[in-house]
């Protein structure tokens, strides 16, 4: 487990979590409030893990003054149930249903996910594996206390920028400073692995699906503008050398999408037959993953102009051009 001091302002903590993305890193950042960047899973382990880490920066959880979000899944957010009532919570606003559990916004959503799934081509046994329940166990149940978005700057974190990066998740943000180049990334960019682009419901009278994996690019973009001098992320070691990271990202990317393409080309499928195909091991697994990587790859050819969809029975069965 890596303890290690990032900089001279922010200590990176690391936790257990009982997902398969193994750990998660949390952030402690010394600004003019003790702020925390992401909170674990929640677990009676990483709650004790955090503590015994915090006390070695010589605090308590009650030191902390408030609490930033990088995004809403649950090995970034579920220990915030441990904190006390009254410290603030601050995140994109587009993290609320999820940290909050809202059970309406859960039932609006259940018609968006039925005619997507038929779309998509799942059948009924793939679709009951796709148990989001199991996540939410490790989740909380908070509020925000105020929100964030595009070019804020944050109360108590002098010299940090909040910038939106969605792809991975619709919530995500990243806090940049420019004087030290110092990116705070939470999941949009990892030392080891590419983040899942994970399909999402539309919210905020969005009418259709979010495209997360073209979002994702976009966001990948945006960080290339940046001189990113050091990049502490939410798994993993941190980056130094991000922007020949993200160009390699973009090519192994490209990589899948025409591999996905070629399929295409054989036989024209719906997305859970490429799925099947591109996951034979771990779809019925991770079904949720497998499915909206698949996704991903389908909407970026789409883009690009080299597949179109023909819908037949609410089935859309993607062809090459
Ligand atoms: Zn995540």
């Given at each position: 487990?890596?303890?290690?001091?990032?900089?001279?302002?922010?200590?990176?903590?690391?936790?257990?979590?009982?997902?398969?993305?193994?750990?998660?890193?949390?952030?402690?950042?010394?600004?003019?409030?003790?702020?925390?960047?992401?909170?674990?899973?929640?677990?009676?382990?990483?709650?004790?893990?955090?503590?015994?880490?915090?006390?070695?920066?010589?605090?308590?959880?009650?030191?902390?003054?408030?609490?930033?979000?990088?995004?809403?899944?649950?090995?970034?957010?579920?220990?915030?149930?441990?904190?006390?009532?009254?410290?603030?919570?601050?995140?994109h606003p587009k993290n609320q249903p999820w940290i909050s559990q809202d059970q309406q916004f859960f039932a609006q959503n259940e018609p968006f996910y039925k005619e997507l799934f038929t779309q998509l081509g799942l059948n009924p046994a793939f679709v009951a594996l796709i148990n989001m329940d199991e996540e939410f166990e490790y989740s909380c149940r908070r509020s925000l206390s105020s929100t964030i978005g595009e070019g804020d700057t944050l109360e108590g974190l002098p010299g940090f920028k909040v910038l939106e990066t969605p792809g991975h998740a619709q919530s995500h943000i990243v806090l940049y400073r420019e004087e030290d180049g110092m990116l705070i990334a939470g999941d949009t960019i990892l030392a080891k692995i590419s983040p899942n682009p994970l399909l999402e419901p539309p919210q905020f009278g969005?009418?259709?699906r979010p495209r997360p994996l073209i979002q994702y690019n976009n966001s990948l973009r945006k960080l290339l503008t940046l001189d990113m001098s050091k990049v502490v992320?939410?798994?993993?070691?941190?980056?130094?050398?991000?922007?020949h990271l993200i160009q390699?990202?973009?090519?192994?990317?490209?990589?899948?999408?025409?591999?996905?393409?070629?399929?295409?080309?054989?036989?024209?499928?719906?997305?859970?037959?490429?799925?099947?195909?591109?996951?034979?091991?771990?779809?019925?697994?991770?079904?949720?993953?497998?499915?909206?990587?698949?996704?991903?790859?389908?909407?970026?050819?789409?883009?690009?102009?080299?597949?179109?969809?023909?819908?037949?029975?609410?089935?859309h069965i993607y062809h090459s051009n």
């Open positions: 487990m890596s303890k290690l001091t990032t900089t001279k302002d922010v200590f990176k903590i690391t936790l257990p979590t009982p997902f398969s993305v193994g750990d998660v890193n949390v952030y402690v950042v010394k600004g003019d409030a003790l702020t925390l960047i992401d909170a674990g899973a929640k677990t009676e382990e990483a709650w004790q893990s955090f503590k015994e880490q915090l006390a070695q920066l010589g605090y308590t959880p009650s030191d902390i003054e408030q609490i930033v979000i990088t995004h809403h899944h649950p090995d970034h957010v579920g220990l915030l149930d441990y904190f006390s009532k009254d410290i603030p919570i601050i995140g969005e009418t259709s992320t939410g798994h993993g070691d941190d980056i130094t050398n991000a922007h390699e990202r973009f090519i192994s990317q490209k990589e899948r999408a025409y591999h996905v393409l070629k399929m295409i080309e054989e036989k024209p499928m719906t997305a859970f037959e490429v799925c099947s195909r591109l996951f034979p091991k771990v779809y019925l697994r991770q079904p949720l993953f497998t499915i909206s990587e698949t996704v991903g790859q389908l909407d970026f050819l789409e883009e690009l102009g080299e597949i179109k969809i023909e819908v037949v029975n609410g089935q």
